[in-house]
Each structure stands twice: as structure tokens, then as C-alpha cells.
């Protein structure tokens, strides 16, 4: 344990995609360390597309699952580690709710009323916790430069790509990618600032 204290330390000052060429390495200690930077991230944007916490958490524990998985995938070229993982967390967060919609129709054909069952002692305490996390990511958007902002909204809750971006707001591609990254950046250290308190 003693030792993989200094190692996990060293790893603080690297790259995102260094981390990600250690953990195709299988390198825990790298994914750990990528967790650390973006698991709120994640774990926001998931909260957000599903609007439920367990699903949330179940999306983000998928997500860096599938990076331990896929990092050899990744590709320089197409982009930032960040956007690479916020693509796995979008698309992963649709197929959570695209099944969570599944199973509701399923209980529909079996006659089954959710509704009618009591609610879990613990319901209003999770509403309470999402309207929470919700009010906070909305606050730290509300925070970014109106740029970047804009650029993080339509690209990730408006679907659009970046090149789409560019088009739509008459800006060069290399701008909204740096737009983009800047307030991915931001978002990333309000929200782990947030998780540590």
C-alpha cells in the first residue's frame, strides 16, 4: 500500500492521455487517477440525460469500465481524452434510459402498477440529493464564459458535433474544440471541488 502511494502521487502530473496509454498498460493506479478527474463529470452528465441518481451511478460505474476495457481504442486524433469519455458517458447514459424505458413498457404488458406501491423511505432524501446536483451543475454552467457555455450545450445536450458547432456559429473548428476543452476543464475542477467538500 505504502508503495502505491508515490506511484499514485506521480501520477497526478500527467496527461490525460498518458494515463490513458497506462491504462491500456493495465495500470489500475492510472485509471484510478482518471476516475479522480472525472468521475463527478461523468457522473453529472449522466444525472442530467437520465434524471435519476441510481441510473446516474450505474452509468458512470459502466463508463470507466468501459474505458478499463476500451483504452486502446482511443485515438489521439479524433480529439481530448475528456471528450472521448464524455461521448462514452452520453451514449452510455441514453442506452441506460432508452432500457430504463424498456422495462417501464414491459411492466405496462404485465399489468404491473409501479405506482401503486409505496414509495421507499429514502425517495424524497434521493429527489432532494438530485434537485441538488442538478442546481450545482446548472450553477457551474451558468459560471463558464458565455462561449463556452453555449459550445458545451449544444454539443452535449444538443447532440451537435463540433464541426456542426463551428458551422452553426461561424467559428473555426480549432475555436470550439479549445471552447469546448476549456469549459470541460472548468466544469471538471467546480464538481470535484464540490465531490470533496
Same mark, same amino acid.
Given at each position: ?28 493506479a492510472?485509471?484510478? &487517477? ?9 457522473y @453529472?452528465? *449522466?444525472?442530467?440525460?437520465? !434524471?435519476? #441518481? /441510481? ?73 432532494? &440529493? ?9 450553477? @457551474?454552467? *451558468?459560471?463558464?464564459?458565455? !462561449?463556452? #457555455? /453555449? ?10 458535433t ?17 471552447r ?18
Amino acid at each position: 500500500m505504502a508503495s502505491e502511494q508515490p506511484h499514485r502521487s506521480g501520477l497526478r502530473d500527467l496527461a490525460d492521455d498518458l494515463l490513458i496509454d497506462l491504462i491500456v498498460q493495465r495500470e489500475e493506479a492510472a485509471l484510478g &487517477e482518471l476516475y479522480d478527474r472525472y468521475a463527478a463529470l461523468v457522473y @453529472a452528465i *449522466a444525472l442530467r440525460v437520465t !434524471a435519476d #441518481r /441510481q441510473t446516474a451511478e450505474e452509468v458512470m460505474q459502466d463508463v470507466f469500465q468501459n474505458i478499463w476495457q476500451t483504452a486502446g481504442g482511443f485515438r489521439r486524433q479524433s480529439g481530448a481524452v475528456s471528450g472521448w469519455i464524455i461521448g462514452i458517458t452520453r451514449h452510455r447514459a441514453i442506452d441506460a434510459l432508452r432500457s430504463k424505458r424498456e422495462r417501464g413498457r414491459s411492466r405496462e404488458v404485465t399489468g404491473i402498477d409501479v405506482s401503486a406501491m409505496p414509495p421507499a423511505a429514502t425517495k424524497i432524501d434521493d429527489d432532494l &440529493e438530485q434537485r441538488a446536483l442538478q442546481e450545482t451543475v446548472r450553477a @457551474a454552467l *451558468a459560471d463558464l464564459p458565455q !462561449a463556452q #457555455r /453555449q459550445a458545451i450545450e449544444m454539443a452535449y445536450y444538443g447532440g451537435l458535433t463540433q464541426m456542426e458547432i463551428a458551422k452553426r456559429l461561424g467559428e473555426p473548428i480549432g475555436t470550439i474544440k479549445t471552447r469546448i476543452r476549456l469549459g470541460l476543464t472548468r466544469l471538471r475542477d467546480v464538481l470535484r471541488t464540490l465531490v470533496e467538500q
